[in-house]
């Protein structure tokens, strides 16, 4: 069975703050990366994706891959209080149509 | 911007009775999933479908569920006998290649009663 480890959280930071995601998993062959967020009874859109090692930018958002590592994870800078959101972290599965593992997502609160 | 749609938003009904989710992925996409997310749990994967059949599926699809492409542009989820423990959001996905993202439909909120 494929993991996907992220921590419940919640994860509270003032606004203005960086907010730090993880998210490990267990299968080595993965090649892609995609970090959700969900707001309660929404459903995930799509925050950025990552298939190289090292750093992505875009905006306030930071994702970072570490493939050695089997570690994925997400910055946001200057965090709002609309950032307040559960991040999923999904991780395509390999195989030829590639369904994605989630992880079971880490809640975030940023209080302005 | 094109964009996956789903209906009904959501749906009820008895323990027992068949229900069909539907779904409209983006045109030019090829790949086609259905999951699902229990309240207050993690997305789960049901099925893949790829030129007009089922190319994966969970554990969680078994004979209850079946999935249909009837026409070109609808993708439906059929569970033929609910159970109480269907209650959960459906989210339909598709993509055009499996090396692009995903992008998920607004989900439909299945009660069984």
């Known amino acids: 069975q494929k993991e996907v480890e992220q921590n419940s959280g919640p994860l509270s930071v003032p606004e203005g703050a960086i907010a730090s995601l993880n998210c490990t998993y267990s299968d080595r062959g993965s090649q892609s990366f995609f970090w959700y967020r969900q707001y309660s009874g929404k459903s995930p859109e799509l925050i950025m994706s990552i298939y190289s090692n090292g750093d992505k930018e875009d905006g306030r958002f930071t994702a970072q891959l570490n493939k050695a590592s089997q570690y994925v994870s997400l910055l946001i800078r200057d965090s709002q209080p609309s950032d307040s959101a559960t991040y999923l972290c999904a991780v395509n599965g390999g195989g030829n149509f590639n369904k994605f593992y989630f992880g079971s997502g880490t809640k975030l609160n940023v209080k302005p | 911007e094109p964009e996956v749609t789903q209906t009904p938003s959501h749906q009820v009904t008895q323990m027992g009775q068949e229900v069909i989710l539907r779904c409209v992925p983006i045109?030019?996409?090829?790949?086609f999933y259905w999951y699902r997310q229990i309240l207050g749990q993690k997305v789960e994967f049901l099925v893949s479908?790829?030129?007009?059949?089922?190319?994966?599926k969970s554990e969680i699809f078994d004979d209850q569920f079946s999935v249909e492409r009837p026409d070109g542009s609808n993708f439906t989820l059929k569970i033929r006998s609910t159970k109480l423990e269907d209650s959960a959001m459906y989210f339909c996905a598709s993509r055009r290649t499996t090396a692009d993202t995903q992008y998920f439909g607004p989900g439909t909120r299945l009660t069984v009663l």
């Open positions: 479908f790829y030129n007009n059949e089922i190319s994966e």
């Open positions: 045109s030019n996409h090829l790949y």
